[in-house]
């Protein structure tokens, strides 16, 4: 056969399935045309260049995952848990499966540049709300093809455990953050068994549930969750890294206000400009292709112009994150006395001359806490062998259960070393 006759009919072979490579499970199956022409789109790609943990590779140099990464993990997790459940005699329908692997591969498309870093920050809104905006300008790009997924994650398809699988205190979304970010992390607290959960996953009345023999494994779940807040997420240095960004961002929106000299990267310009109205704002008056240019990208570079700035807050701030030259963080199991907060902002204030306004921006209070079981929430249930159905608090023999319950907290105050 001549392979360059121009007369030859080429046949299109039919769209072959998609595989993307994981480093945590290997490879991540993309099951149909409309999931693929999602993930392909600006929207979704722009989770490539917004960080899943916000600073914390300034403590854990591996952490440059993405929420892209995450979005794919979480997809994979979601497809296991369908086929397991299917195997045990559950109905799922095949556009209910797709409205599941959409709306867990979009539940984050709405973070903005460092993630939780900025939330409120840019724009009055939180995540979920923007994710929200995301979904619906993406069913108006699909032509309706997302109604089911966008059902399922405001929670309100009439299938309790088909949104439970997606938003709830044990939903295929922590099953893999928790395992990501400890491997990214490099560190074991957060390194869950996500398939042998999932391989416990069953329904009843319409109700997600864990079979009996994966009890431990949800009392590891917790612990690992529980571990991974202190030791990772709310480690003191990303923490204090995430609340000086968000310093930079006031204090270079203070300064548009009042029309002094700075620098802002093009894609933040409309952001900084806005005003933070009290009140959220409702999805209708999102902003979402202006919100949709954002990225880590944007803010990196507006640092990197702010170092420069005449303003000596601006500059110090934007300065300290690049270098890692970072406020100190003293703890506290008590609040922070006022007397010390304003005797730190007055020695602040003397060393860099700065007045008491100014001096807020360096010298700041607050508490961190973390509760990795909610029993005011929906709870996790446990499917005993007679068949009947336990909240998990109550099932578990572990001695330790009511720590998962208990809100542990951490009271910090921020300044430059003195």
């Known amino acids: 056969m001549d392979l360059y006759n121009p007369n030859l009919k080429i046949v299109s072979a039919p769209r072959k399935l998609k595989v993307i490579n994981d480093p945590v499970y290997n490879a991540v199956r993309v099951s149909s045309p409309l999931i693929f022409d999602i993930i392909s789109h600006p929207y979704f790609q722009r989770l490539r260049r917004i960080s899943q943990m916000g600073l914390s590779y300034l403590v854990y140099p591996g952490t440059h995952h993405t929420r892209f990464h995450h979005a794919l ?72 093809t997302l109604n089911t997924a966008i059902t399922i994650f405001k929670g309100e398809y009439p299938r309790a455990f088909l949104n439970q699988l997606v938003s ?101 310009d409309g952001f900084l400009n806005l005003s933070l109205a009290a009140k959220e704002i409702d999805v209708e008056s999102v902003d979402i292709k202006g919100f949709a240019i954002l990225d880590d990208y944007d803010v990196i570079s507006a640092l990197k112009c702010w170092k420069q700035s005449n303003d000596f807050v601006l500059s110090f701030l934007s300065s300290s ?3 890692r030259t970072l406020l100190d963080v003293r703890f506290s199991e008590e609040p922070i006395p006022e007397q010390l907060l304003n005797q730190t902002m007055h020695e602040v204030g003397e060393r860099y001359g700065l007045d008491a306004h100014q001096s807020s921006y360096l010298v700041y209070t607050g508490s961190l806490w973390n509760r990795a079981y909610d029993e ?43």
């Open 168 to 268: 709830s205190q044990l939903d295929v979304d922590r099953l893999d953050y928790l395992k990501r970010d400890s491997f990214y992390a490099g560190v074991t607290e957060g390194n869950i068994n996500s398939e042998r959960l999932i391989n416990t996953f069953y329904v009843v009345d319409d109700q997600l549930v864990i079979e009996e023999k994966g009890i431990y494994s949800v009392e590891k779940f917790l612990m690992a969750r529980r571990f991974m807040y202190w030791q990772v997420y709310l480690h003191k240095t990303s923490i204090v890294a995430e609340l000086m960004l968000a310093k930079v961002i006031e204090r270079a929106r203070e300064l548009l206000q009042l029309k002094k000299e700075h620098y802002v990267a093009s894609p933040l």
């Open 73 to 144: 993990g979480a997809m994979h997790l979601m497809e296991k848990a369908i086929r397991t459940l299917r195997a045990k005699g559950v109905v799922i329908s095949d556009q209910e499966e797709e409205g599941l692997l959409i709306a867990i591969l979009l539940h984050d498309i709405g973070h903005g540049p460092f993630s939780h870093a900025l939330e409120y920050k840019l724009i009055h809104a939180h995540h979920e709300l923007l994710t929200l905006a995301f979904m619906q300008e993406l069913n108006k790009v699909f032509k309706g």
């Open 321 to 323: 994150i690049l270098d």
């Open 376 to 418: 005011t929430k929906e709870p996790i249930r446990i499917l005993f062998r007679d068949q009947s159905v336990q909240d998990f608090m109550k099932a578990s023999k572990y001695l330790g259960t009511q720590a998962f319950s208990a809100i542990h907290r951490k009271n910090y105050l921020c300044s430059p070393a003195l």
